[in-house]
Protein backbone atom coordinates (compact mmCIF):
# COMPACT_ATOMS: atom_id res chain seq x y z
CA UNK A 1 0.00 0.00 0.00
CA UNK A 2 1.13 3.53 -0.39
CA UNK A 3 1.61 6.03 2.28
CA UNK A 4 2.75 9.94 1.91
CA UNK A 5 4.18 11.50 5.03
CA UNK A 6 4.22 15.00 5.30
CA UNK A 7 6.60 15.68 8.21
CA UNK A 8 5.50 19.72 8.93
CA UNK A 9 2.54 20.19 10.46
CA UNK A 10 2.97 23.49 10.52
CA UNK A 11 5.29 26.33 8.64
CA UNK A 12 5.27 29.79 8.63
CA UNK A 13 6.73 32.12 5.96
CA UNK A 14 7.33 36.39 5.41
CA UNK A 15 5.23 37.97 2.73
CA UNK A 16 7.76 37.71 -0.87
CA UNK A 17 10.02 35.48 0.83
CA UNK A 18 10.44 31.90 -0.43
CA UNK A 19 9.91 28.26 1.42
CA UNK A 20 9.60 24.51 1.42
CA UNK A 21 7.39 21.83 2.14
CA UNK A 22 8.46 18.75 2.54
CA UNK A 23 6.85 15.16 1.54
CA UNK A 24 7.91 11.63 1.24
CA UNK A 25 6.05 8.44 -0.24
CA UNK A 26 6.42 4.98 -0.22
CA UNK A 27 5.67 3.01 -3.29
CA UNK A 28 6.68 0.07 -5.25
CA UNK A 29 4.86 0.98 -8.36
CA UNK A 30 6.88 2.56 -10.86
CA UNK A 31 4.16 4.70 -12.90
CA UNK A 32 2.10 7.47 -10.63
CA UNK A 33 1.22 10.77 -10.33
CA UNK A 34 1.94 13.30 -7.42
CA UNK A 35 0.24 16.33 -6.52
CA UNK A 36 0.48 18.98 -4.17
CA UNK A 37 -3.39 20.64 -3.22
CA UNK A 38 -4.10 23.61 -1.02
CA UNK A 39 -6.89 23.98 1.09
CA UNK A 40 -7.25 27.13 2.12
CA UNK A 41 -9.56 28.33 4.77
CA UNK A 42 -12.54 27.85 2.67
CA UNK A 43 -11.83 24.16 2.77
CA UNK A 44 -12.11 24.08 -1.21
CA UNK A 45 -9.32 21.86 -2.38
CA UNK A 46 -7.53 23.18 -5.36
CA UNK A 47 -4.89 21.47 -7.65
CA UNK A 48 -1.50 23.43 -6.80
CA UNK A 49 0.72 21.20 -9.01
CA UNK A 50 1.42 18.17 -10.36
CA UNK A 51 4.27 15.19 -11.68
CA UNK A 52 4.50 12.22 -13.60
CA UNK A 53 6.39 9.98 -12.00
CA UNK A 54 8.11 9.36 -16.29
CA UNK A 55 9.10 12.74 -16.38
CA UNK A 56 12.42 13.66 -15.27
CA UNK A 57 12.20 17.50 -15.70
CA UNK A 58 10.52 19.39 -12.33
CA UNK A 59 7.14 21.01 -12.62
CA UNK A 60 6.56 24.39 -12.20
CA UNK A 61 3.14 26.38 -12.49
CA UNK A 62 4.02 29.93 -12.07
CA UNK A 63 5.57 30.78 -8.33
CA UNK A 64 5.27 26.99 -7.70
CA UNK A 65 7.84 24.20 -8.33
CA UNK A 66 8.32 20.97 -6.68
CA UNK A 67 11.86 18.95 -6.27
CA UNK A 68 11.19 15.68 -7.76
CA UNK A 69 13.37 13.03 -6.43
CA UNK A 70 12.47 9.51 -7.71
CA UNK A 71 15.17 7.43 -6.24
CA UNK A 72 14.27 9.15 -3.10
CA UNK A 73 10.72 9.59 -3.39
CA UNK A 74 10.71 12.95 -2.31
CA UNK A 75 8.59 15.21 -3.45
CA UNK A 76 8.60 19.02 -2.13
CA UNK A 77 7.33 22.17 -3.05
CA UNK A 78 8.52 25.30 -3.30
CA UNK A 79 6.65 28.80 -3.25
CA UNK A 80 8.36 31.74 -4.19
CA UNK A 81 7.54 34.75 -3.44
CA UNK A 82 4.75 34.02 -0.80
CA UNK A 83 1.74 35.89 -0.59
CA UNK A 84 -0.85 36.49 1.94
CA UNK A 85 -3.20 34.23 -0.23
CA UNK A 86 -0.66 31.25 0.14
CA UNK A 87 -2.28 31.36 3.52
CA UNK A 88 -3.70 27.38 3.73
CA UNK A 89 -3.04 23.52 4.21
CA UNK A 90 -1.06 21.76 2.08
CA UNK A 91 -1.70 18.21 0.66
CA UNK A 92 0.42 15.80 -0.56
CA UNK A 93 -1.09 13.10 -2.76
CA UNK A 94 -0.26 10.11 -4.85
CA UNK A 95 -2.20 8.31 -7.75
CA UNK A 96 -0.93 5.32 -8.81
CA UNK A 97 -1.39 5.14 -12.50
CA UNK A 98 -1.82 1.18 -12.73
CA UNK A 99 -5.25 1.21 -12.27
CA UNK A 100 -6.38 2.11 -8.67
CA UNK A 101 -8.58 5.28 -8.35
CA UNK A 102 -7.76 6.85 -5.31
CA UNK A 103 -6.13 9.70 -4.28
CA UNK A 104 -3.89 8.99 -1.36
CA UNK A 105 -3.15 12.47 0.92
CA UNK A 106 -0.31 13.13 3.21
CA UNK A 107 -1.79 14.70 6.86
CA UNK A 108 -1.28 17.79 5.73
CA UNK A 109 1.13 21.12 5.93
CA UNK A 110 -0.39 24.30 7.53
CA UNK A 111 1.38 27.10 5.88
CA UNK A 112 0.83 30.32 7.53
CA UNK A 113 2.55 33.65 5.58
CA UNK A 114 2.85 36.76 7.43
CA UNK A 115 2.81 39.94 6.33
CA UNK B 1 -20.42 25.51 -15.01
CA UNK B 2 -21.18 25.52 -11.40
CA UNK B 3 -18.58 22.91 -10.16
CA UNK B 4 -19.06 20.14 -8.06
CA UNK B 5 -21.67 21.29 -5.71
CA UNK B 6 -22.10 19.72 -2.38
CA UNK B 7 -24.66 20.21 0.31
CA UNK B 8 -25.63 20.65 3.00
CA UNK B 9 -22.31 22.58 3.64
CA UNK B 10 -23.11 22.15 7.08
CA UNK B 11 -25.02 19.23 8.55
CA UNK B 12 -25.76 18.50 12.64
CA UNK B 13 -27.18 15.17 13.59
CA UNK B 14 -27.76 13.60 17.16
CA UNK B 15 -26.46 10.44 17.66
CA UNK B 16 -28.48 7.26 16.30
CA UNK B 17 -29.87 9.85 13.09
CA UNK B 18 -29.02 9.48 9.61
CA UNK B 19 -26.99 11.91 7.49
CA UNK B 20 -27.63 12.30 3.99
CA UNK B 21 -24.75 14.18 2.14
CA UNK B 22 -25.63 15.13 -1.67
CA UNK B 23 -22.85 15.80 -4.55
CA UNK B 24 -24.29 17.42 -7.84
CA UNK B 25 -20.77 16.69 -10.19
CA UNK B 26 -19.71 18.96 -12.77
CA UNK B 27 -21.41 18.84 -16.14
CA UNK B 28 -20.65 16.31 -18.33
CA UNK B 29 -18.64 14.35 -15.25
CA UNK B 30 -19.92 10.58 -14.89
CA UNK B 31 -16.99 9.47 -12.02
CA UNK B 32 -17.58 10.54 -8.77
CA UNK B 33 -15.43 10.07 -5.89
CA UNK B 34 -16.37 10.13 -1.85
CA UNK B 35 -13.51 11.37 0.68
CA UNK B 36 -13.55 11.91 4.49
CA UNK B 37 -11.63 14.19 6.54
CA UNK B 38 -11.16 13.83 9.80
CA UNK B 39 -9.94 16.51 12.36
CA UNK B 40 -6.14 17.25 11.93
CA UNK B 41 -5.89 14.29 8.92
CA UNK B 42 -5.37 14.27 5.34
CA UNK B 43 -8.64 13.23 3.08
CA UNK B 44 -9.36 9.50 2.84
CA UNK B 45 -10.57 7.91 0.25
CA UNK B 46 -14.05 6.01 0.81
CA UNK B 47 -16.01 5.07 -2.44
CA UNK B 48 -15.47 5.50 -6.03
CA UNK B 49 -18.63 5.49 -8.59
CA UNK B 50 -20.18 5.86 -12.04
CA UNK B 51 -23.88 6.00 -13.49
CA UNK B 52 -25.69 3.28 -11.50
CA UNK B 53 -22.17 1.66 -10.67
CA UNK B 54 -20.06 1.45 -7.89
CA UNK B 55 -16.59 0.95 -8.80
CA UNK B 56 -14.72 0.57 -5.59
CA UNK B 57 -15.80 0.87 -1.93
CA UNK B 58 -13.08 -0.41 -0.55
CA UNK B 59 -12.86 2.78 1.33
CA UNK B 60 -16.27 2.73 3.39
CA UNK B 61 -16.68 1.83 6.70
CA UNK B 62 -18.29 -1.90 6.19
CA UNK B 63 -21.79 -1.26 8.32
CA UNK B 64 -23.65 2.03 8.46
CA UNK B 65 -22.28 4.01 5.31
CA UNK B 66 -23.62 3.61 1.27
CA UNK B 67 -23.36 5.19 -1.19
CA UNK B 68 -25.39 5.30 -4.86
CA UNK B 69 -24.98 8.02 -8.01
CA UNK B 70 -28.29 7.23 -9.75
CA UNK B 71 -28.70 7.95 -13.11
CA UNK B 72 -30.69 10.53 -12.70
CA UNK B 73 -29.94 13.04 -9.87
CA UNK B 74 -27.08 13.31 -7.54
CA UNK B 75 -24.43 11.13 -5.87
CA UNK B 76 -25.69 10.70 -2.48
CA UNK B 77 -23.61 9.29 0.58
CA UNK B 78 -25.84 7.90 3.64
CA UNK B 79 -25.03 7.48 7.07
CA UNK B 80 -27.00 5.51 9.55
CA UNK B 81 -26.98 5.48 12.74
CA UNK B 82 -24.55 8.24 13.32
CA UNK B 83 -22.30 8.51 16.16
CA UNK B 84 -19.79 11.07 17.33
CA UNK B 85 -17.12 9.65 15.68
CA UNK B 86 -18.43 10.17 12.10
CA UNK B 87 -17.97 13.81 12.65
CA UNK B 88 -15.88 15.00 9.59
CA UNK B 89 -15.33 16.89 6.54
CA UNK B 90 -17.04 15.20 3.12
CA UNK B 91 -15.79 15.62 -0.10
CA UNK B 92 -16.74 14.60 -3.48
CA UNK B 93 -15.03 15.19 -6.31
CA UNK B 94 -15.79 14.60 -10.28
CA UNK B 95 -14.41 13.95 -13.21
CA UNK B 96 -14.75 13.14 -17.20
CA UNK B 97 -12.29 10.11 -17.26
CA UNK B 98 -10.48 7.83 -14.42
CA UNK B 99 -8.29 9.63 -12.54
CA UNK B 100 -5.61 6.67 -13.43
CA UNK B 101 -6.00 8.02 -17.03
CA UNK B 102 -6.48 11.51 -16.74
CA UNK B 103 -3.68 11.77 -14.32
CA UNK B 104 -6.22 13.75 -11.40
CA UNK B 105 -5.60 16.81 -13.17
CA UNK B 106 -9.41 17.13 -14.11
CA UNK B 107 -10.63 15.83 -11.21
CA UNK B 108 -12.53 18.77 -10.06
CA UNK B 109 -13.11 19.06 -5.60
CA UNK B 110 -16.26 20.08 -4.31
CA UNK B 111 -16.35 22.77 -0.96
CA UNK B 112 -17.13 19.85 1.18
CA UNK B 113 -20.06 19.09 3.64
CA UNK B 114 -19.32 19.35 7.51
CA UNK B 115 -21.32 16.88 9.57
CA UNK B 116 -21.41 17.18 13.31
CA UNK B 117 -22.52 15.02 15.46
CA UNK B 118 -23.86 15.75 19.00
Redo the contacts between chains.
Keep these: AQT?TQSQPEMSVQEAETVTLSCTYDTSENNY?L?WYKQPP??????VI?Q?AYKQQNATENRFSVNFQKAAKSFSLKISDSQLGDTAMY?C?F??????????????TKLTVNP | NAGVMQNPRHLVRRRGQEARLRCSPMKGHS?V?W?RQLP??????MV?LQKENI??E??MPKERFSAEFPKEGPSILRIQQVVRGDSA?Y?C?SSHD???LS???V?T?G??S?LTVL
Design positions: VYFSRQMILREFALYQGGSEKLVFGKG | HYYEEGLKFYIDSGAFAPPAGANLFAGR
